[in-house]
């Protein structure tokens, strides 16, 4: 996914800072949540949600995380991106876990935050998330395992972001 490592303080804000309005798009894929971790149990969560494919909840104001003081602001985009695929056992036999595919895009991200909407409002466990944007910066524009500076274009369209 997306990395932007930078020394300069001014564009580490302009990146992070929620008011900012920088956008981050990532692709998440999702399986059902069976039952709460031990950790989850350790917060208090006793049952989730039964999955739902209803994205409108993430896209409302006033969702709140178990154990957090302030609500999240709402995604900015959520939509399912395939109707998802059976995983396959060892011998080839079709397995009840499905995988679905959803992207999301947001302003505000918070420590493990789109693992715990996931799990808290949705029902659903991610197995894969990955950043595909920040801001300007996209994936598909460097192959993985490999890096590069930004384009001055890039770095003027951080800074030019609405506030």
């Not at 971790?37 to 208090?44: K, S």
């Not at 302030?70 to 876990?97: H, I, M, S, T």
């Not at 894969?128 to 384009?151: A, I, Q, Y």
Request: glycine letters at 8%; one cysteine or more.
């Amino acid at each position: 996914g997306v990395l932007i490592f930078t020394r300069a303080g001014i564009m580490a804000r302009r990146l992070i800072e929620p008011n900012t309005g920088i956008q981050k798009e990532y692709i998440v894929k999702v399986q059902r949540a069976i039952r709460p971790t031990p950790q989850e149990r350790e917060m208090g969560i006793r049952n989730l949600p039964a999955p739902t494919k209803d994205l409108s909840v993430l896209l409302r104001k006033g969702n709140r995380l178990l154990n957090e003081r302030f609500a999240l602001k709402p995604l900015k985009e959520a939509e399912w991106l395939d109707d998802g695929q059976n995983e396959r056992g060892a011998e080839g036999q079709q397995q009840e876990v499905q995988t679905l595919t959803m992207r999301l895009v947001l302003v505000e991200g918070k420590k493990r935050q789109i693992r715990r909407m996931c799990r808290e409002l949705l029902g659903w466990h991610v197995v894969e998330l990955v950043r595909t944007s920040v801001g300007p910066v996209r994936v598909d524009s460097v192959p993985e395992g490999k890096w590069r500076p930004l384009t001055q274009e890039e770095v003027k369209a951080i800074f030019e972001e609405q506030l």
